[in-house]
DNA sequence: AGCAATTAGTTAGCTGGCTAATTATCATTT
DNA sequence: AAATGATAATTAGCCAGCTAACTAATTGCT
């Protein structure tokens, strides 16, 4: 879904480190280097993660939608509501809803108190779709993280929010 | 640069997590959750180099063709070679030179020895715009990766690098 | 020499991200 | 009751990713 930073292959060799380090010496290598490994990593698992979703005719944004939907009661959200807790802009969740419609996985439901406004609902095709993906998915998750005992799980996460939170030394 | 997956404070509560875990019973709630954090942590750690970049009127398409041509003793690659490194398509490759192009941050030079290809090279003024943005950026990183001991970052790589090889569970 | 196969690059058309601007409706205020 | 302001959703137009199909040129084989 995003740009394949960085190519394992292309990791810079001494000669193309030092050419860098001569005309820009504040470079730190490591935590370059770092810095860029986790920014491909994160991309090649949501790769692995479109990959899987689009053997069901999906991908990350459109199941999301529904992974939405699907934890209300009445499976019913506005479009706005939608955008906020998928954290995309409305025009972008615009599209992704125009998708679901085609497919007849959702549905635009007039809201008769307050003409601006669609209920977004999943249809029974759309539950149907998740429960063949779902069980699937879980499953897989639990092998990708079954390779780290949960301590380490829980390290790991814990080391990645440091950094998020510093995320703002980008500002 | 890709969909953010989701928001914190939209993390399952325990009434949704038991509607999900009595209809999808294969579910490791923790694992679900770790899997969509590292997810969130990768885009959102992009998303601010994005912005960033942005600052200097560049995203990290075009930023990284750079700083692949910047790699080559005489600032030159093909369109080709430029797509393998950068882990893009040959097409996705044709639009980020264009957009460079356009900048007059690249050029397009013909190649007498074989009329298909043309050699792409860093201009001086893309140069220039390089550094300008390198040495800010190199701080940036330093001072993200700053907040994690250098041990710590080598044992957080190496887990990353373990789910990373453990990806293929997708497939 | 000539035809087939390969290669370099682009175009077309899809997905999904964004901001800015627009349309339609609702709410408020006077 | 009318004008102003706010809100819901869409459209327009950009960037960046992809596959499939195409053009043009080169290579290779007989």
């Known amino acids: 879904m995003w740009l394949i930073m960085l190519q394992l292959k292309d990791l810079p060799d001494s000669k193309i480190l030092k050419k860098f380090a001569k005309r820009y010496p504040e470079a730190d290598v490591s935590s370059v280097i770092q810095f860029l490994h986790i920014l491909r990593i994160g991309s090649d698992l ?12 999906l991908l990350q944004g459109r199941w999301w939608v529904m992974i939405l939907l699907m934890r209300e009661d009445d499976l019913i959200l506005t479009s706005t509501a939608l955008a906020e807790k998928a954290g995309v802009s409305k025009p972008t969740m ?3 809803i125009d998708g679901l419609v085609r497919d007849g996985l959702v549905a635009r439901l007039e809201d ?7 209920s977004i609902k999943l249809t029974s095709l759309g539950q149907k779709k998740l429960d063949e993906i779902m069980p699937d998915y879980y499953l897989r998750v639990r ?5 780290l005992p949960s301590e380490r799980r829980e390290e790991l996460l814990l080391q990645l929010m440091q950094l998020k939170e510093n995320s703002s030394v980008f500002d």
């Open 46 to 57: 949501s790769d692995a993660l479109d990959k899987f979703l689009g053997k069901y005719g």
């Open 94 to 96: 615009t599209g992704l």
């Open 112 to 118: 008769n108190s307050d003409r601006r406004r669609y």
């Open 143 to 147: 092998n990708l993280m079954g390779v």
